[in-house]
């Protein structure tokens, strides 16, 4: 069964840091664009992040460019997103997402619809 399962939210003051994980079950993670959304209360999803299968190379949104960082463990069948520097308006569901579209990344980056499969999401509350 095709599983990805979000973890690792939580609530953090502004300036604050949180580890979210993505791990999948039933398929080999690895070999797959795999990108970060988020969506917050009334408002439309938003790309966060994107990492390549093979070299690793990594996107993000110019919202949180340099203060989050994506990354993957295939041995562990997992991608992480490490969430630096906080602010309120970066409250949201955190989704992880598989795509099956070759170099999405690159070409696709940040929309949605180019994703086939998502996780349940973890929520993220920055707030003092």
């Known amino acids: 069964q095709l599983q990805l399962v979000e973890s690792g939210g939580g609530l953090v003051q502004p300036g604050g840091s949180l580890r979210l994980s993505c791990a999948a079950s039933?398929?080999?993670?690895?070999?797959?664009?795999i990108s970060w959304f988020r969506q917050a209360p009334g408002k439309e999803r938003e790309g966060v992040s994107c990492i390549t299968p093979t070299d690793g190379r990594t996107y993000y949104a110019n919202s949180v460019k340099g203060r989050f960082i994506i990354s993957r463990d295939n041995a562990k069948n997992t991608v992480y997103l490490q969430l630096n520097g906080l602010k309120p308006e970066d409250t949201a569901v955190y989704y992880c997402?598989?795509?099956?579209?070759?170099?999405?990344?690159?070409?696709?980056?940040?929309?949605?619809?180019?994703?086939?499969?998502w996780g349940k999401g973890t929520l993220v509350t920055v707030s003092s």
């Open positions: 997402a598989r795509s099956l579209q070759s170099g999405y990344c690159s070409g696709y980056f940040p929309s949605w619809t180019r994703m086939d499969f």
């Open positions: 039933g398929f080999t993670l690895g070999y797959y664009d």
